[in-house]
């Protein structure tokens, strides 16, 4: 794989541009001095160094207005119950073929396959099969799980002594500035087709442990619980039913081995070593 200057036809536009990855993609493509549309809900939030488009998900004319002279479109997902996740992604590929963006940079999960547990890897499978059916040239990047969001559990753990989790196979994941790394490479630079972009190491439940050890300054003993045991603990703790049946999906995925490989692709479309878990969790540079 291979990086380097592309023409860029008409400016680039950024959904989720308000997120954490979406601000940083904005961040580093306008520090390029490359035109940027960040799509956002609230313009409020668009990256000061942008035009903000404000858009609704489910809106044709908000999302037709906003793509208008886009020559890429850099697509990170929408959130929330995955049924309305799809109709969210294939509304923003309808708009994206009326409006002839050539380029699609789709950040997809490392575990998209329509036979996974996980409730969203049916939605990421299906929006990648829409977007190469429509788009002269599609771009998947695949991420692992997100060191932030992934390292919740682990941080509890560091305060109260024990990692209980529903997993018997690893994870690497990834910080989410590397994540908006190389999505920013991959709209204007040459990238390859498909690409998994995982974290440099993957841990285990012991070693998820022994991190939280180091973070917490304390021993951290870990178990394999069951789903249930885990889903029941987050209805307890307070979690929403619907994201509880998320999680505990997801966990059913890890522990199918979906989330476990430690791939170079990363490495090679940002050029450098991508940062590690633990200075994710330490607030490093991630």
Known sequence: MTTGPLTVHGHVAVTGA?????????????????PVTAMVRDARRAHPSASAAVVDYSDRATLDAALQGAGTLVFIGSDGRADRV????????RAAARAGVRRIVLLSSQDA?????????PVYADTELQLADSCPEP???RAGLYAEFFGRWVLEAARSGELALPMREPVAPIGRADVASALASAAVGSAPRLATITGPAA??????????S???G?????HTNTPDEFRHHLIETGTDP??????????ESIDQGRFAEVTPDLNAIIRRIPASFESALRGGPV
């Open 139 to 141: 771009v998947v990047l």
């Open 203 to 212: 841990f285990d439940l012991d070693e998820l442990a022994a991190l939280a």
């Open 242 to 251: 619907w994201w509880s049946y998320a999680f505990t999906s997801m966990f």
């Open 214 to 216: 180091r973070l917490g």
């Open 218 to 222: 304390r021993e951290v003993r870990a």
């Open 113 to 121: 396959d329509a036979e996974s547990p996980f409730c969203f890897a």
């Open 18 to 34: 308000a997120g954490a990855i979406g601000s940083r993609v904005v961040g580093l493509l306008t520090a390029d001095g490359i």
């Open 86 to 93: 799809l109709a969210h992604h294939h509304n923003i590929l």
